[in-house]
């Protein structure tokens, strides 16, 4: 079958992404096909938003009955599906998290989280970490790290302090009297799926109570068990005081939230943020089977034991091939990082049936659905073994 498709998104689509040469008409669990019918193990997942799985039962279910029943119902109305999934989030967000603004992306959790900081605080200044991505709007984009999204826009807004990731002692140097708010991702997905030094984290929750500083915890890419955990601020014991979330909220509906404590949330006046397709009745509908399917279908734990023998089988590939630098990650959040630039090997496995994607010029990253198999890993490695063994130094 000829595939037209290409052609007509390239001819219209503003050309703003980087686009792969594969064109995805249907997918089930953590494999994808094609327009031509050829089969892939999907690790991009829609960039982790299909985070239980292409089609998940559950999540079709729900909309199919929430579809036919009401897709649209504004904030300033109550709704039923809408109250469920607030008290069904709640109950599981980290301590003292008891207040949610819905929206419907990521950087627009960003953005929501900015304004409530600056709110809560009466101060403007933000800190964030270099290296560390949070989003192209533009406050998030402010507070996004590399230049290459950053340059065409500039000058940005002048409330941003980046510090080095990992390092405490830059922090407390740029937490003077003008900062509101800390900015930090658990573990720095575009940037290379960098996991914190040991401790840092909590030193950093430590700092900010000390300066009377919010902690806002981009849980974006890693939340939602993404990393073995409900939340990747767990594994560290760290419990923030903001928290930006989406991607796999929804199943892979467009879906967003940002959840604070309730002093943060109160300062908030009404009209002061609102979103009109925010907290709609079908995106909550599709949240609400996507946290059932990670709660009670044992996703958590294959994120735990799979993601362990990813990253073991991706650490022997790292040892057979001279091309490759590391292989690190948690839960399935996952990198290989390479000596030469990602392209090439990217485009390969495409060939091989295997869908990734990059995390900076160096690195591929692997974001596979929850409920991906040993056996689909091993399909991932086999075809990674190929495509490196045609790789020069």
């Known amino acids: 079958m000829l595939d037209d498709y290409m052609g007509l998104e390239d001819a219209h689509l503003i050309p703003t992404y980087q686009k792969f040469p594969v064109t995805i008409v249907r997918g089930l669990g953590a494999r994808v096909w094609d327009v031509n019918g050829r089969e892939y193990v999907d690790c991009v997942a829609g960039y982790g938003a299909a985070l239980v799985g292409h089609c998940n039962p559950r999540v079709v279910k729900a909309i199919k009955e929430q579809c036919e029943r009401l897709v649209a119902c504004h904030c300033s109305y109550y709704n039923d599906v809408r109250a469920e999934y607030l008290k069904r989030l709640v109950s599981v967000l980290p301590r003292g998290l008891t207040r949610v603004y819905l ?19 009466g101060k403007r200044k933000i800190v964030s970490m270099m290296r560390g991505y949070h989003g192209k709007t533009l406050g998030a984009l402010t507070l996004t790290w590399d230049q290459k999204y950053r340059e065409a826009f500039e000058p940005l807004p002048d409330f941003v302090k980046f510090v080095p990731y990992g390092n405490i002692e830059k922090l407390r140097g740029a ?19 960098v996991i914190p030094p040991e401790g840092f984290l909590g030193q950093v929750r430590e700092e900010c109570d000390r300066r009377g500083v919010l902690l806002i915890v981009d849980e974006v890419q890693t939340g939602f068990g993404r990393t073995g955990r409900l939340w990747a601020c767990e594994h560290w014991g760290v419990e923030p ?36 397709f925010g907290g709609n009745p079908l995106a909550c509908a599709a949240a609400l089977a996507t946290l059932d399917a990670i709660l009670q279908d044992g996703l958590l734990e294959n994120c735990r034991s799979t993601g362990k023998y990813m990253l073991d089988r991706l650490r022997e590939v790292k040892e057979r091939f001279k091309v490759a630098r590391d292989a690190r990650g948690m839960g399935l959040m996952q990198a290989l990082e390479l000596r030469v630039d990602v392209k090439e090997p990217l485009f390969s496995l495409i060939g091989e049936g295997v869908l990734a994607t990059y995390s900076g010029r160096t690195v591929i990253r692997f974001l596979p659905p929850l409920c991906i198999t040993k056996e689909e890993v091993d399909v991932v490695v086999s075809a990674l073994e190929r495509v490196l063994s045609n790789v020069k130094l």
């Open 103 to 121: 929206c419907n992306s990521g950087a627009e959790a960003v953005e929501a989280a900015i304004k409530m900081a600056w709110k809560a605080t």
């Open 175 to 193: 937490l003077s009297g003008d900062v509101a708010a800390v900015m930090v991702e658990p573990i720095q997905g575009e940037g290379g799926v």
């Open 241 to 276: 005081d903001v928290m930006c979330i989406a991607k796999g909220i929804a199943g892979g509906l467009p879906m967003g939230a940002v959840a604070v404590r309730e002093d943060v949330a109160m300062k908030m006046k009404v009209g002061e943020h609102t979103s009109t």
